[in-house]
């Protein structure tokens, strides 16, 4: 089992929509979070790190932890087409950052 | 400052070439990171530095060679490689020396192409 596993997509939504993106990992990864964007032949961005158990907001962007299921999610609302990139789920495992394989997310007009 | 510099942004060379990438950041991070990217995949760590040393080393061929001059400073020294290396490789830097739960900034990348 790979210890990042993001569902790879790819995942399209109309603009205004809400769209979800999903990550789960395996018991070796520790609980520290981060969701990174990458826009094609550019570097990621980190827009979201979450750390405990819960919901983090920042403005249209909520990323959700949930320890019991170990799954962590990334919502974008109302969905821009400046949204449509990779999204890239990174978790920790013995002090090594570890990418899922990303999320490609088109939001068509 | 928080950023994360990387020069150049696009390099060309052939199989006998030698080439550096540099890597600067001013953020007062102590781990810095170097990542291969090949199309449609995530970043591949490559090398980790933490306080000025080599921490993490998965594996990677001897034709790189990472240096850490400073703690602001992160070099990738290349030297007789091969088409397959062609890719885009990406710096990194995190507060954090152990690379654990303390988000990773990176810079703009370099596209490596190797003839």
């Known amino acids: 089992q790979k210890e990042v596993e993001q569902n790879s997509g790819p995942l399209s939504v109309p603009e205004g929509a809400i769209a979800s993106l999903n990550c789960t990992y395996s018991d070796r990864v520790s609980q520290s979070f981060f969701w990174y964007r990458q826009y094609s032949g550019k570097s990621p961005e980190l827009i979201m790190s979450?750390?405990?158990?819960g919901d983090k907001e920042d403005g249209r962007f909520t990323a959700q932890l949930n320890k019991a299921s170990q799954y962590v999610s990334l919502l974008i609302r109302d969905s821009q087409p400046s949204d449509s990139a990779t999204y890239l789920c990174m978790g920790t495992s013995y002090g090594k950052l570890t990418f899922g394989q990303g999320t490609i997310l088109t939001v068509h007009p | 400052d928080t950023e994360v510099t990387q020069t150049p942004k696009h390099l060309v060379m052939g199989m006998t070439n030698k080439k550096s990438l540099k890597c600067e950041q001013h953020m007062g991070h102590r781990a810095m990171y170097w990542y291969k990217q090949k199309a449609k995949k995530p970043p591949e760590l490559m090398f980790v530095y933490s306080y000025e040393k080599l921490s993490i080393n998965e594996s990677v061929p001897s034709r790189f060679s990472p240096e850490c001059p400073n703690s602001s400073l992160l070099n990738l020294h290349l030297h007789a490689l091969q088409p397959e290396d062609s890719a885009l490789y990406l710096c990194?830097?995190?507060?954090?020396?152990?690379?654990?739960?303390?988000?990773?900034?990176f810079g703009p990348g370099t596209r490596l192409t190797v003839l």
């Open positions: 990194a830097s995190s507060q954090d020396p152990s690379g654990g739960a303390v988000e990773q900034f």
């Open positions: 979450i750390y405990s158990n």
